[in-house]
Antibody
Framework: QVQLVQSGAEVKKPGASVKVSCKTS????????VHWMRQAPGQGLEWMGWINPASGGTYFAQEFQGRLTMTRDASINTVYMELSGLQSDDAAVYFCARETLTATRPYDFWGQGTLVSVSS | DIQMTQSPSSLSASVGDRVTITCRASRSIDSEISWYQQTPGKAPKLLVYATYVLHTGVPSRFSGSGHGTDFTLTISSLQPEDFATYYCQQSYNTPRSFGPGTKVEI
């Protein structure tokens, strides 16, 4: 069955970077884009960007340009999201999700979420 | 960028009630909208995509409608497991913006 399993919670200091992994299984890794979203405590969902696992191509929301990186390792069916220059407002649960190939390309499978805390 | 708004931001309802949530896009997104349900501490779950298509396994009490800028998600008879927060998302272009959510409470 399709699964996306994310790495565990992280605690980071302001200015540091965090790298979250999303290990996929149960489907053809290269065939589906993976998107990343985040959700600050008590807030809604914020879309961050996507990675094409086949090519490594990426697209990021403007507000993350310059400090967001997405990579993949096809040998272990895993994508990574790295956010640098962390500030207190980056504290959130980060989600990866698989984009389907159907009309309007929604997200049919999600990771369980990774809590990133930012504190000095 | 396309902005998505939702109304109401929260609502109180009872089991068996008919509930309608509205989502509005800042410009036309054709039919490129999806709806997600999220319960506390969990990842969102896909309910509806392409405005009205139910995702696999989603009960038929959920339905979607609309086109262009105005969309609705309807729950025909609210069940206990439906108390959650609902988000719309447009996929017409990037960034793939979400609505702010509608919390359905008892």
């Amino acid at each position: 069955q399709v699964q996306l399993v994310q790495s565990g919670a992280e605690v980071k200091k302001p200015g540091a970077s965090v790298k979250v992994s999303c290990k996929t299984s149960g489907y053809a890794f290269s065939a589906y884009h993976v998107h990343w979203m985040r959700q600050a405590p008590g807030q809604g969902l914020e879309w961050m960007g996507w990675i094409n696992p086949a090519s490594g191509g990426t697209y990021f929301a403007q507000e993350f340009q310059g400090r967001l990186t997405m990579t993949r390792d096809a040998s272990i069916n895993t994508v990574y999201m790295e956010l640098s220059g962390l500030q207190s407002d980056d504290a959130a649960v980060y989600f990866c999700a698989r984009e389907t190939l159907t009309a309007t390309r929604p997200y049919d499978f999600w990771g369980q979420g990774t809590l990133v805390s930012v504190s000095s | 960028d396309i902005q998505m708004t939702q109304s109401p931001s929260s609502l109180s309802a009872s089991v068996g009630d008919r509930v309608t949530i509205t989502c509005r896009a800042s410009r036309s997104i054709d039919s490129e909208i999806s709806w997600y349900q999220q319960t506390p501490g969990k990842a969102p779950k896909l309910l509806v995509y392409a405005t009205y298509v139910l995702h696999t396994g989603v009960p038929s009490r959920f339905s979607g409608s609309g086109h262009g800028t105005d969309f609705t998600l309807t729950i025909s008879s609210l069940q206990p497991e439906d108390f959650a927060t609902y988000y719309c998302q447009q996929s017409y272009n990037t960034p793939r913006s979400f609505g702010p959510g509608t919390k359905v409470e008892i």
